[in-house]
């Protein structure tokens, strides 16, 4: 094969020419390799052509294939010359050797060329009703292929029909095949916009299935629990059926395989009533899921992925398994990520403890974002487990004593989080937070130490101290930091009225506010905030509902409908449940932004707080609105994905949780609307003091006016709600 | 829905094979392999990159995905569009991987190119142009894709013809058992069964163990004639669970009484695979036991280990204790016991011991010191020990009897065991 490494000499293809002319057959059959070969590297060996189709008619089976192959390859550009072919390909599918028959009838379906096609009907006609099975099961494959170049011919030929069938055929790699190419085309018509179905499952071909399924290669089987997923049940005696039997597959040494399977149960265990057998499916699940993560690291985050998601739905399937999810330190990250994640939700009492010591051992490891992520995950687990939150605090102390900057930091962002949830309890670790302040550096971490300050502010003896060094470097501090620390400046001087004047005049908007009415400021600014909790799922349940119907595959992988991905939507964009698109469409959220803003503009009014008329029922929103962003993370979540919208900064502070960072989107499409006008009210409030994001009220009120009267009235709402 | 095609890259990510794409644009695989490489480039270590890469407007409808996995020198890449599974493409990928390496041996690009119409016939076998993979069993492979053999080389050498050209089945398929070919004749008839044991495992500083599991495969050589009937029974299969076969396992007969009854392919195949938990005891024990004591100081640090054997009988084989020090680590000098070797690999930054042979109950030492350009240096918190135990298995699986029905011949048996393992010691 030396010509094949050799750099292209002047006149190879007239060499190559003469070769495929020779008259030794050997010396032919090298020159079509060598063709070949050069055709692999995208060399132009078009010119060939004819000198290659002289050699298509051959006993040589090996040359036969690789001649296909060039005509494959060329087909496309050159259709006049392939016609010559057509002939020998319709006598190839009368070849008595079924190998040339599926070979011949294989490559007319890949020609994909308009004028071959017409010549195809016929000899596909009679390989779909072949002896030989290899014959038959590429025939069936072909019609696919057909549909997806001239769906016409095949409805008119009625190969649909032919394939319906084929399903009752006695070989089941010709069921799992027909299969195959009946959901393709399924697939093809209903993108078509086509209304008819076109593989419908009967109770007739679902007993062929099944029977089919045990018998097939690991690929065909893939082909039919997919078509399985897709039946839908009379009754339960029928689910339990189909559970029954598609059970042995978690045995498969497929990956593939078994995971098609568990989608199947997932989706007809919905149906089934028996409690005891619900129960027996869940336990039978888990080995197979288990044993999947023997596999190389690709397959293992496919699987990681699809678990995590089972884990949604199913959080008892794999209870007692969390130590098969412990990273080891040279899996690759994207690895370690996802069993993070997967142990924090099998945390529970009995497991805690191991899990604690395995984080504080990765909170030590090499990886700057794994051990930040190890860290977030002690704070999950805090909030998580109410009876282990002390021996979290512990830990997390004792990572912040190494006085690693990054651990530090990360450290005291969970600690904020850990506050939330569990207010008033853990104060004795204050002061060793309060000593690290020197080494934060992140925006993410002051404010979460502010906020802290702040919020025990009677607590801490030199609180106005503390608050006071960011005080003085006000203006040298990002967005974030300054806005927490105005809010806790104003708590400092709420809760200790005594305190120095220096803090209280940078407070002077807020005195202004305060002076009015303390007892309505108090009440807001400390208020009893919501509690913090983890989310159980990630995704909303509606949207569960259907990854799960989706595993395996990149939707679920992606934890994302196949719609936001997949250019054609087979279902339309309205009909995903609408809270359940974490990707908020970006266009929706900024518009739905600006018009908050532009509420808060008009709403600007209100701090003329001499006005006598002002009311004293709309007064607090302006503040309460800042407190009640602190505590909603689910907001600055809702906008934290649109990046390019300014106003994102201004909450990107409170987006620190780490508990909520994937935190559900709000279930109710009311409900992100309200939290957006928390948001607007924070910004007036705090315009006056700080560089104000860009906006141009004129433009934004023209837009907002009709919906600007409805939407104060839902942000008193909401507010009132919360307290 | 389907894979759309399979490309091969070499070492330096340019493509050697590619298949399919004939429904797409030329510029569907460059796409995806551009992705890919930039997806690698950006990686702060190559194996991070994640496995599945989203490559959005490769102009067909709908974006679509590159799945890979790097095998040796090679990497190879499977196309999909649509909702496709993405373990479906890992799983054919693999697939394809075994049957390259069934049919060429080792894989290197070379042998790639010098073999390309092979592969290329295979790719065709395997991967049906509409995206469904076909035939992938290596014994109906074999009836249609001749593998490249001395003989043939030889043949085509000398220039002659006729003999070459391969006598192929005629009644390809014809077989009533999809994964066994009709007619096959051995003179001697034998069959092997290796049991192929791994422990993974991940212990803390004071020896305790945090997790440890034995996976173990059975690799099964047949070499029977006809079409023989086997039962296999074990005298202890009781602690095998998270059981996976080969489909030509009955599932029915080993859930009723843990025999394995089957029709084998011809030649080699993997019987089964399982998880070794055994009863009672809660964890299976690490064969040995490594003191390690590591400072880090301003630039540099001190490592002093010791590592004993705990087997009674056995030799600990090929043991081999890595330790990754740390970003910055420029160089490492050691001392270490007699029949134990050294090396720092300043690329990987990654310190090797080498025991060749850890006779029962001996100890070793590795003491020294590293200099890093990090001021702080921070080597990984913990040791990886491999390490390969011949004729031996932790579950100490035992074969009972082979039966033989449908045949009238006796044929030899073989039944070997040998394990590894791949600890992960924390200090």
């Not at chain 1, 095949?177 to 209304?195: K, M």
């Not at chain 1, 029928?238 to 042995?248: A, L, N, Y």
Request: aromatic fraction near 8%; include cysteine; hydrophobic fraction near 40%.
């Amino acid at each position: 094969m030396a010509a094949f490494r050799a750099p292209p000499r002047k006149g190879e293809n007239f060499e190559l020419s003469a070769d495929l002319n020779s008259e030794y057959k050997e010396k032919r059959k090298d020159a079509i390799k060598r063709v070949i070969a050069n055709m692999t590297v995208q060399k132009d060996v078009s010119g060939l052509f004819p000198d290659v189709l002289k050699n298509m008619q051959t006993d040589d089976l090996e040359q036969k294939k690789l001649v296909y192959l060039y005509l494959m390859n060329y087909a496309k550009t050159q259709p006049e010359l392939v016609i010559l072919a057509v002939n020998t390909f319709v006598k190839d599918t009368d070849d008595p050797n079924p190998l040339v028959r599926a070979l011949a009838i294989r490559t007319m379906g890949c020609l994909r060329a308009e004028k071959i096609i017409d010549y195809l009907c016929d000899p596909l006609q009679k390989c779909l009703r072949d002896e030989n099975p290899y014959v038959r099961k590429t025939a069936a494959l072909c019609v696919a292929k057909l549909y997806d170049l001239k769906p016409e011919l095949v409805i008119e030929n009625g190969f649909l029909e032919t394939l319906q069938e084929m399903i009752a055929d006695s070989n089941p790699m010709v069921v799992a095949n027909t299969v195959a190419a009946l959901t393709d085309i399924h697939i093809a018509a209903a993108a078509a916009g086509s209304n008819t179905e076109v593989f419908v499952i009967t109770s007739a071909v679902l007993n062929k299935l099944l029977i089919a399924l045990n018998e097939c290669s690991e690929w065909g089987r893939v082909a039919i629990l997919n078509a399985l997923g897709r039946y839908e049940t009379h009754d339960d005696r029928e689910s339990e059926h189909i559970c029954e039997r598609v059970v042995p597959q978690f045995q498969h040494a497929n990956a593939s395989v078994v995971l098609s399977a568990i989608k199947v149960i997932m989706i007809h265990m919905r149906s089934v009533r028996s409690e005891t057998l619900t129960k027996q499916l869940v336990r039978k699940m888990a080995p197979p899921l288990v044993t999947l993560l023997s596999n190389p690291p690709e397959v293992q985050w496919v699987a990681l992925r699809d678990i995590n998601l089972l884990l949604q739905k199913r959080p008892d399937i794999l209870s007692n398994e969390m130590r098969v999810f412990f990273c080891k330190y040279n899996d690759p990250l994207y690895v370690k990520v996802e069993k993070l994640d997967i142990m924090v939700r099998l945390a529970g009492p009995n497991n805690v403890d191991a899990l604690l010591s395995e984080l504080k051992e990765y909170a030590s490891e090499v990886d700057v974002d794994f051990v930040r992520r190890s860290i977030k995950a002690i704070g999950q687990t805090a909030i998580k487990i109410d009876e282990a939150a002390e021996r979290c605090v512990n830990v997390l102390m004792e990572l912040i004593g190494t006085r690693v900057s990054y651990v530090v930091q990360e450290g005291v962002v969970v600690m904020k989080d850990i506050f939330r949830k569990y207010p008033s309890t853990y104060e004795g670790v204050i002061p060793t937070l309060c000593a690290n302040l020197d080494e934060l550096d992140e925006p993410e971490a002051k404010a979460s130490l502010i906020w802290i300050i702040g919020e025990y502010a009677n607590k801490i003896d030199n609180a106005d101290e503390l608050l006071g060094i960011f005080v003085d470097s006000f203006t040298e501090e990002s967005y974030p930091v300054q806005l927490q620390t105005l809010t806790a400046v104003v708590k400092l001087f709420l809760r200790k009225p005594d305190t120095s004047q220096d803090v209280r005049d940078r407070a002077y908007i807020y005195w202004r506010l305060l002076s009015t009415d303390p007892g309505a400021a108090k009440a807001v600014v400390l208020a009893h905030r919501p509690p913090i909790s983890l989310p159980r799922t990630t995704v909303s349940p509606a949207l569960l509902e259907e990854l799960l119907g989706e595993i395996p595959s990149l939707a679920s992988v992606y934890h994302k409908p196949e719609e936001t991905f997949v250019g054609r939507g087979r279902i339309g964009a309205d009909a995903i449940p609408k809270g359940g698109s974490e990707l908020a469409d970006d266009r929706a959220t900024a518009q739905k932004a600006f018009q908050t803003v532009a509420a808060g503009q008009q709403a600007e009014n209100l701090l003329n707080f001499d006005d006598p008329t002002s009311n004293d029922g709309q007064q607090p929103t302006g503040l309460a609105a800042t407190t009640v962003l602190t505590s909603t993370p689910a907001a600055t979540n809702l906008l934290s994905g649109t990046s390019s919208n300014p106003l994102d900064d201004l909450v990107s502070i409170f987006g620190n949780t780490g508990i909520g960072t994937n935190a559900a989107p709000p279930p109710t499409p009311g409900q992100p609307q309200t939290h957006l006008n928390a948001f607007g009210g924070l910004s007036f409030g705090g315009q006056p003091m700080s560089p104000a994001p860009p906006m141009t009220p004129s433009v934004l009120q023209a837009v907002s006016p009709p919906p600007q009267q409805q939407q104060q009235q839902g942000a008193q709402d909401d507010l009132l709600g919360l307290f | 829905m389907a894979i759309d095609g399979l490309v091969i890259l070499d070492s330096t990510g340019r493509p050697i094979v590619q298949s399919g794409f004939r429904s797409t644009s030329p510029a569907y695989p460059l796409l995806h392999i551009e992705a890919l490489n930039d997806a690698l480039s950006k990686a702060p270590r190559p194996a991070d990159a994640d496995p599945v890469l989203y490559v959005p407007n490769t102009g067909i409808d709908g974006p679509s995905a590159c799945c890979h996995v790097k095998r040796g020198e090679l990497r190879f890449l499977g196309l999909m569009s649509g909702d496709t599974d993405p373990l479906y493409v890992f799983a054919f990928l693999e697939t394809f991987i075994s049957i390259l390496r069934d049919y060429f041996g080792q894989l290197s690009a070379e042998t790639l190119k010098e073999n390309f119409d092979v592969v290329y016939q295979l790719l065709e076998e395997t991967l049906d142009a509409g995206g469904h993979p076909s035939t992938t069993s290596i014994n109906a492979l074999k009836d249609i894709v001749l593998p490249p053999s001395l003989l043939s080389k030889v043949l085509s050498v000398a220039g002659v013809s006729g003999l070459a050209s391969p006598g192929t089945n005629s009644h390809p398929f014809a077989s009533p058992i999809p994964w066994r070919k009709v007619g096959v004749r051995y003179n001697s008839n034998e069959i092997f069964f290796d049991v192929a044991e791994e422990l993974k495992a991940v212990v803390n500083k004071n020896g305790g163990i945090i997790v440890s599991s034995v996976w173990g495969k059975v690799h099964t050589n047949c070499r029977l004639s006809g079409t023989p009937d086997l039962l296999l029974s074990f005298s202890n299969a009781q602690p095998l669970t998270d059981c996976s076969f080969h489909p030509c396992v009955r599932l029915q007969r080993w859930s009723r009484d843990k025999n394995l009854s089957f029709v084998p392919p011809d030649g080699r195949f993997i019987l089964m695979e399982y998880k070794y938990t055994p009863g009672g005891v809660h964890h299976v024990a690490v064969p040995f036991a490594l003191k390690a004591s590591v400072d880090c100081e301003v630039n540099g640090g001190s490592f002093d280990v010791a590592l004993t054997s705990r087997l009674t009988t056995k030799v600990l084989e090929n043991m081999n204790v890595e330790l990754y020090l740390g970003e910055g680590a420029t160089s490492a000098s050691c001392v270490v016991s007699n029949n134990t070797s050294w090396n720092f690999d300043p690329r990987t930054r990654i310190l090797h011991w080498n025991i060749k042979a850890v006779s029962p109950s001996s100890s070793f030492s590795l003491k020294g010191t590293f200099s890093s350009t990090a001021e702080q240096p921070r080597p990984s918190h913990a040791f990886r020990a491999r390490f390969e135990i011949p004729q031996h298995s932790f579950s100490s699986l035992k074969v009972d009897q082979l039966k033989i029905t449908g045949e009238m011949y006796k044929p030899y048996k073989g039944v070997r065991g040998r394990s590894t393992g791949d600890v992960e010691w924390r200090w």
